[in-house]
C-alpha cells in the first residue's frame, strides 16, 4: 500500500527534524560558548559545564576568571537566548494556530508592547509587590500584557465581527503604538541615566543578565510550555473554525482561554527578561511549517528548538559584528523578520487567491 | 432517535424558537424546511448547543442533551456545514483524522490502530485516498466537502446533521454527496437531519419532511407532505405547483414567477405561422402551447411552439431519425416540436378555424391514403392525424377531456360519414392527435373544462367532415 510508505516516510522524517534540531541547539549553543573577544578551547568549555553541573570534570588546573567569564557570563547568556527565543516562537504558534492567522505573534497583536509597558513601569518605580521579591518584574510583564491582548481582542471585536487578520495585525499595531508613546512618555519623564537605561533596554538584549534571569524566566517557560504543548490537538481541530471545531467535541471556550494565558506567560517572561525582541515568534514557526507540515503536535516543540537556536545565533552576530561593542539583538531579529513579515502578508493574499 | 420537546430558544433580545415539538427515528433521512428566517439554523444551533436551551428538552436516545459533556455529544452526533475555510496547509488525511478526536482516550491522545482503520475506511467509501497528503486548500469544492463529510463520518455518529452541505455545489456534486449520504444512511443506520434548500432534491432523498414556519413546525409528514400546495404558498409566498417525478414516485415542485411575459404579439394579434408546401406543412407560434399529443416526435404533456407534418412517399421504414432529418433540414428545433409523418398529399390537408367570444380554435386533419401497393383498394384511407389548437388558460385536466372529445368528434365523424362499403377504420395504431392550448398569451380567458369539450368536439368534428367530404370526392 503506498499510503503505508508514505506515512512510514513522513514519520521518519519528522524523527529527523527532531535530531536536527536537537544538534543545532547543542551545535549554536557551542559556538555561543566558544566565540568571544577571548576563546577557549572546546575541551575546556565542555570541562566547566560538566564539571560545575555534574562534577565530572577531567581537566586539571584551569584558571579560575576561565571559569567565570564562561560559567558566569556566557553560559547564562547563551541559556537565556535560548531559552527567550524557544518561549516567544513558541507563543508565536500558539497565537497564529488559535487565531487562525499565519501573521500573528507576541510582538505583531501587541502582546510584547503590554508586557514592556509593565516591565518599564515595575523598573521605573522600583515596584516591588509584596511576596514575589524578583518575580514582581515578570509577573507584572505577564499581567500587562495579558491585558493588552484583551485590548486588541476588545477592539477587533468592536471593529469588525470576523476575527479578519488584517484587523487583528491593525489593532495590534494601534494598541502597540499607544502603549509605546505611554512607555516613551515614562522615559521623558525621568532622568538621563534611567532614560537610557530603558531605551536600550526596550531594544531587547540577553547580554550582561547572569543566572538571576535565567532564573526568573525558567519556571514560567517551564509552565507555559507544558499547558501549550498539551493543546496540539485543540489548535489543530481550531483551523477549522471555532464552530466546527466544537463539532468535533472541542470544549473551545476552555482551549482557548488555557491556550491564550501559556502563550501570555510565555510573552511575558520573555519580554521581562530580556525586553522586546520582535518577529522571532513570527518567522520560526512559519519556517518550522514549511518544513514539517501544520500538525501543531510537531509545530510546537520544533519551533521551540530551532526558536532558541535562532536567538542563540542572532546574540552571537549581535555582539561579534562590531566587537567590541554590542548591536541589540532586537535590531537584529528585525532586520531579518520584517521583510520575511512583509513577504507573508503578499503570500497570504495570493493565497486567497486575489491578484496582487 | 432524536426527541424535541416543548424547545424554546433563540437569541437574548429575540426568541426563534416557540415550543418546537419533533420526533426524528432512527435511521432516517429528516429534512428540515422552510424559509429563510423560519428557525432551521437557529433549531441546529439549539441541537448542536452552540445557542443555549431556554425551555424544553432535546434527548437523544433517551438521554437528554444538556447532561452530555461536549465529547460525549460528539462521539453521537456529528455536523457538516457549508464550506468552512481551513488555515495552514492541512493535508486531507490530517483534516479527517481531526475526526477522531472525541475518541481518542489514551493519555497521550494519540491516534490508535482502530483510529487508523476507521480513518482508511472512511476514506475508501468516500473515495478521497488519492487526496490523502493533497492539502486541503488544493481541492475543488465537490472534494472539499467530501472530505469534511469524511471528517464527520470518522467520528462515527448515529446521528449526521447536515447544515445544507451542498449549498455551493453543482448538481453533480450534490447529488453524489448526497447518493454517499443516502447510501451510508442505509448500510450503517445512521440517522440524518439535514437542513436543504432545494425542496426537489428534499423530496428526492428524505424519507420525512417538516415545514418550519415563524419558529414552529407547520407539518411533519413523508414527503407526500410536500403535494400540499397551499401550505407550500403560504409558508413560501411563492405560487408553487406539484408534479409527479417522470421517473421516481415522487413529487417535485415548479414554482411560477410573479411577472408576466411582456413579449410583444404581432399587431394583428395572429402568432400564428404557417408554412406549406410539397413535402411539410409547418405551424409556428409566438408563444410555446401547451401541448398534449402522441407525435412520433413530441409525445406527452410538454410545451411546444412548432407543429409539423410531414410527406414520405412510403409508411413503411417511418422513424424519428427521419423526422428529425426533415426539421433540421427545415431549421426547425425538433426539441420544441411535435412531428408527424403521412403520405398523404400536404395539399390535401383540412384547415378550420372558428371563433366564439374571443376564444379562437384551429383544427387541423389530414387524412391519409394508403398506397396502392398490394392488393387492398387503391384508395383506402390508412391514418387519420388532427391537430387542434387553442386560445386560453387550460388546466392540464381540461386537456385531457379536449384530447378525449377530439377522439370521441373524430370517431362520430367516420361513423356518420364514410361511404359505404369502405374499410375506413374507427382508429389506426398510427393515427396521431394533438391538442394543445396557447395559455402565455396576453388576453387570453380562463376556458371552463366543459367549454373546451364541446368547442373541440365541434371543431373536430367539422374538420373531419370537410377532410372525408374531399376524400370521398376524389
Known sequence: MPSLSTQKYSKNKIVWLYIVSGGLVLGTALIGLLTSSVSFPIPTIIHIILDKTLHLGWLEDVPKNEQLIIWNIRLPRVLLAFCVGASLSLAGAAFQGLLRNPLADPYTIGVSSGASLGAVIVMFFQVNIIGLGNYTLPVVAIVSGLLTLFVVFGLVRLSSRSLAIETIILAGIIVSAFVGSLISLLIALGDKDSMSQIIYWLYGSVGMRGWSHVQLIIPFMIVGAIILLMHDRELNALALGEEAADHIGVNVKRGKIYILIGASLLTGAAVSVSGSIGFVGLVIPHLVRLVAGPNHRHVLPLSMLIGGSFLILADLVSRTMIAPKELPIGVITALIGAPVFAFLLIRERLGRGENV | ?474
Open chain 2, 1 to 474: 432517535m432524536i426527541k424535541i420537546e416543548d424547545l424554546v430558544g433563540g437569541y437574548a433580545k429575540k426568541r426563534i424558537i416557540n415550543g418546537l415539538n419533533l420526533q426524528i427515528n432512527q435511521g432516517e433521512f429528516f429534512v428540515l424546511l422552510g424559509p429563510n428566517g423560519s428557525g432551521k439554523t437557529t433549531l441546529f444551533k439549539l441541537v448542536t448547543g452552540q445557542l443555549p436551551i431556554q425551555h424544553g428538552r432535546i434527548s437523544i436516545a433517551g438521554k437528554s442533551l444538556s447532561t452530555l459533556s461536549k465529547i460525549d455529544k460528539a462521539k453521537h452526533i456529528a455536523v457538516l456545514t457549508q464550506e468552512v475555510h481551513i488555515s495552514f496547509d492541512f493535508t486531507v488525511e490530517e483534516i479527517v483524522s481531526l475526526g477522531r478526536y472525541p475518541h481518542q482516550k489514551s493519555l497521550f491522545k494519540r491516534l490508535t490502530t482502530d483510529d487508523r482503520e476507521v480513518i482508511e475506511t472512511v476514506m475508501d467509501m468516500l473515495k478521497i485516498n488519492q487526496f490523502r497528503n493533497t492539502p486541503f486548500r488544493m481541492l475543488s469544492g465537490g472534494e472539499k466537502q467530501r472530505v469534511l463529510l469524511a471528517k464527520a463520518l470518522a467520528q462515527e455518529p448515529e446521528i449526521l446533521l447536515l447544515d445544507e452541505p451542498t449549498n455551493h455545489l453543482d448538481i453533480k456534486h450534490t447529488f453524489q454527496m448526497l447518493d454517499m449520504l443516502k447510501e451510508w444512511q442505509q448500510t450503517k443506520n445512521l440517522t440524518i437531519f439535514a437542513i436543504l434548500h432545494d425542496l426537489n432534491v428534499a423530496s428526492l432523498y428524505a424519507d420525512r419532511v417538516a415545514l418550519l414556519h415563524e419558529g414552529n413546525v407547520v407539518d411533519v409528514g413523508d414527503i407526500n407532505t410536500l403535494r400540499n400546495e397551499t401550505q407550500l404558498e403560504k409558508v413560501y409566498e411563492v405560487q408553487v405547483k406539484t408534479q409527479p417525478h417522470p421517473i421516481v414516485p415522487k413529487p417535485q415542485l415548479v414554482m411560477t414567477p410573479t411577472y408576466t411575459n411582456s413579449e410583444s404579439e404581432t399587431p394583428d394579434g395572429h402568432s400564428l405561422t404557417i408554412k406549406q408546401n410539397e413535402a411539410h406543412i409547418h405551424l409556428q407560434f409566438e408563444q410555446p402551447l401547451r401541448t398534449i399529443s402522441n407525435g412520433m416526435v413530441g409525445g406527452g404533456i410538454e410545451w411546444f411552439k412548432h407543429f409539423c407534418l410531414f410527406h414520405v412517399e412510403t409508411n413503411n421504414h417511418c422513424s424519428e431519425q427521419m423526422i428529425y432529418q426533415q426539421m433540421e433540414a427545415y431549421d426547425i428545433p425538433f426539441e420544441q416540436a411535435v412531428g408527424i409523418m403521412t403520405t398523404a398529399n400536404i395539399a390535401d390537408t383540412v384547415i378550420v378555424t372558428k371563433r366564439k367570444d374571443n376564444f379562437e380554435m384551429i383544427a387541423l386533419v389530414i387524412v391519409d391514403l394508403m398506397v396502392n401497393q398490394h392488393s387492398l383498394p387503391s384508395r383506402a384511407p390508412r391514418m387519420i392525424h388532427m391537430m387542434i389548437f387553442m386560445d386560453g388558460h387550460v388546466t392540464d385536466a381540461s386537456l385531457v377531456s379536449g384530447y378525449m372529445a377530439a377522439a370521441e368528434a373524430k370517431a362520430m365523424a367516420i361513423q356518420h360519414l364514410k361511404p359505404a362499403h369502405h374499410p375506413l377504420k374507427n382508429s389506426d395504431i398510427n393515427d396521431c392527435l394533438v391538442v394543445a392550448a396557447q395559455q402565455q398569451r396576453n388576453g387570453t380567458v380562463d376556458v371552463e373544462e366543459a367549454d373546451v369539450r364541446k368547442g373541440i368536439m365541434n371543431i373536430a368534428y367539422e374538420a373531419m367532415k370537410k377532410a372525408l367530404h374531399k376524400y370521398v370526392q376524389t
